[in-house]
């Protein structure tokens, strides 16, 4: 059997690439070298991931993020705290930039693009999130292959011969989702340019004695590092994260209880002893970033894409949120509905988010060394400036993903953003049109839009309806299916214009 496309990786970024390429009518094969797709509770709790803004509005277009809610650890829906705020109470820790803490009541809730948003945001383990992905690609009908590795490829003119340790298999397209030292892109020669990593990170949740003096709120940093105790899936064991500014002299060689204990005692100064390691992780700040994410018929989708620090949690993020752009867009070249020239446009939009991810990443790091006097002025000026609500919004904002847009072409201000889930003049909302992946066009302008529209079938969802509070404005939308404005037009000439934005986007 030939696959439209074939998808190497079976973590977050792939489970949720293979759903997106089978809701736009793509065949795909998974391709997953672990055998056993299950952590123990501890490791899956362990692996706690922040989901942020578009995170949240992904998961919400494709009715996924109820199961998200229920699964998760914690979840926060925005809203400022009630009343005048309590002098007398603790601070509450909404998260940290290069463990600076974020303060909630710093927030200047008053600020429109602080909004609160009605979907929240929230923490749910790796383990949960994978869970959830997985059965939507089994309910789409995507074939996955556990225990079988892409050990090379051939690409050619017609498509890719893809070899694992079972048979070949043949597809017409290859994505690599197989991580930060992804096979793919070495395989198929990306330029992945760089900085290599200053720092060992290490993740652990065991059992200890002598633990007394360890802080237990927040980041604590001295002259060796920081540390951590605490957090989430730390209810049975606690959880411990170290930072050392020493490289990892092998990131593959088995985590100790030795070695995690002369780590948590060189940066806490408290000689404790770890008696047992339920599970362990290992990491480092390597930053790289390849030139492009597409070469010929092979492309590249979340770390095997980009490499940086965890700080600030948009890694995920970052990974789904190519995973979303990418998979609408190779289903409908794959189907040969789109010329190949509509995957330059993933490159073009995702590139420049992935290094503004990096950038920030590298500025953490940069004012948390602690041999740096530089560092040390520069992160006490942070300090002050992250004391203020105006630097407080600021920096959330950017952490939350609210900024990203994509520049596309038009000049009204909602081209290019992610349409909010309006409710509608029909009674509905627009995400009770977007759980098929397919665009939308709300259609307030008496029904000359669709018209033209019905040319793209079914690749198009024509709601006669227009966003409630603009119930009184002749207007019209087109969504594409990643939940993205591409046109909006307030007059029948204006439809004259839809006609290129809709063979732009769907071919």
Partial sequence: MTYDVVVAGAGPVGLFLAAELRLGGASVLVLERERDPVRPAKEGSMGARAVNTPTVAALHLRGLLPAV?????????????????????????IGHFAGIDLRADR????????????????????QD?????????????????????????????????????????????????DGGR????????FGF??????????????????????????????????????GWGADVAPRIHTVEFVPPEDRDAEITAGELEASLRRVSGVDVTITKVHAATRYADATRQADTYRRGRVLLAGDAAHVHSPAGGQGLNLGLGDALNLGWKLASVARSFAPETLLDTY???????????????LAQTAVSRPDDPRAEAMRAVLAELLDTPQATTYVLKKITGAWQR????GDHPLIGTRAPDLALTDGSKLSDHTGQGRAVLLDGLGGAAAEVAAKWGDRVVAVAARPVQYADTPIATFVRPDGYVAWAGFEQSDVDGLVVVL????G
């Fill in 129 to 177: 999130l994978e869970n959830i992905l997985a059965a939507q690609a089994g309910r789409l009908g995507v074939e996955i292959r556990r225990g079988v590795a892409l050990t090379g490829f051939e690409p050619d003119g017609e498509g890719v011969t893809i070899r694992t340790g079972d048979s070949p298999v043949r597809a017409s397209w290859l994505v690599g989702c």
């Fill in 182 to 189: 992804s096979t793919v892109r070495k395989l198929a020669d």
């Fill in 406 to 409: 994509y520049d596309l072409p």
């Fill in 69 to 93: 809610r229920e699964a998760a650890l914690f979840w926060f829906d925005g809203d400022p705290p009630p009343g005048e705020p309590d002098p007398d109470a603790p601070p509450v820790f």
């Fill in 347 to 361: 490159t073009a939009e995702r590139h420049p988010i992935g290094a503004w991810v990096q950038d920030w990443t």
């Fill in 107 to 126: 927030l200047d809730f008053t600020d429109p693009e602080l909004a609160p948003d009605p979907l929240g945001a929230g923490v749910i383990a790796q």
């Fill in 193 to 230: 340019p760089g900085v290599d990593p200053v720092f060992t990170g290490r993740q652990a949740i065991v059992e200890m004695t002598g633990d007394d003096g360890l802080a237990r709120e927040g980041w604590r940093r001295s002259a060796a590092g920081a540390y951590v105790v605490g």
């Fill in 503 to 506: 063979e732009t986007w769907l």
